[in-house]
């Protein structure tokens, strides 16, 4: 019950009524700004913090929600398709690809320690990605349409962009083809209703709820 009111919160209420209407009494770019910024304070308040976190994602197991990811995007994606690894951290998914045979890879974290972890753990990786240190608002705002092939993530991610900011037409804006997320919802602050996001940008939903591993929700969508 909780998780459907946040998700209705984040989704309609924000939607269909808080933006609009400080957007009308001018107050949306300030209010996003202030948001926003405090979401990124939250993600580089401490290098030590966020070099635990990249230390812990250098490695994939064996199975697992991870894999699953994986191996939709191989499925679904040509070695010559350009991918963004959204939130990608120091780049495990990247690297996996990249060994894999994609070559045109690109990826943003906001944290410069992901980076700075990457050319330590990946060199190859390294020196072949286009890296961006940057918050996602930032980052989408010099993107232009249509720039990827595919866009995906893992965990976490999206569901911790407030809902001032309308991640899902940005990440909908910059994708030709498909967008592919492993989605980790359970306590995390923003959630949404998910495919009624996509489908206002002109994204169908192509698979089903499969419930394999617990907490994690693979989406796929496919650019109408």
């Known amino acids: 019950m909780i998780s459907f009111l946040q998700k209705f919160i984040n989704t309609f209420l924000f939607k269909f009524f808080f933006n609009p209407l400080i957007k009308i009494i001018f107050l949306k770019n300030k209010m996003q700004k202030l948001l926003l910024n405090k979401n990124k304070l939250r993600w580089q308040a401490s290098d030590d913090i966020n070099f635990s976190s990249v230390k812990h994602y250098t490695q994939l197991p064996k199975d697992g929600p991870e894999i699953e990811l994986l191996n939709e995007i191989k499925k679904i994606c040509k070695n010559d398709d350009k991918i963004l690894d959204l939130g990608s951290n120091c780049g495990r998914f990247s690297n996996n690809l990249f060994e894999s045979g994609f070559k045109d890879l690109h990826a943003v ?11 330590e753990v990946f060199p190859d990786l390294y020196k072949n990605v286009n890296f961006s240190v ?4 930032d980052f989408f705002s010099e993107i232009p349409d249509n720039h990827y092939d595919i866009v995906f993530t893992m965990g976490a991610t999206i569901d911790l962009i407030h809902p001032i900011y309308d991640i899902a037409s940005q990440v ?3 994708s030709s083809k498909y967008l ?9 602050p923003y959630i949404r209703f998910w495919d009624f996001e996509f489908e206002l940008n002109n994204f169908e939903r192509i698979n089903k ?15 109408l």
């Open 134 to 137: 940057s918050s996602f608002d």
């Open 109 to 119: 974290d906001i944290s410069p320690e992901a980076k700075k972890k990457m050319s």
């Open 172 to 174: 909908s804006r910059v």
């Open 209 to 223: 709820n499969n419930n394999i591993f617990p907490n994690f929700n693979l989406r796929i969508y496919k650019k």
């Open 180 to 188: 592919i997320l492993q989605l980790q919802e359970k306590g995390q």
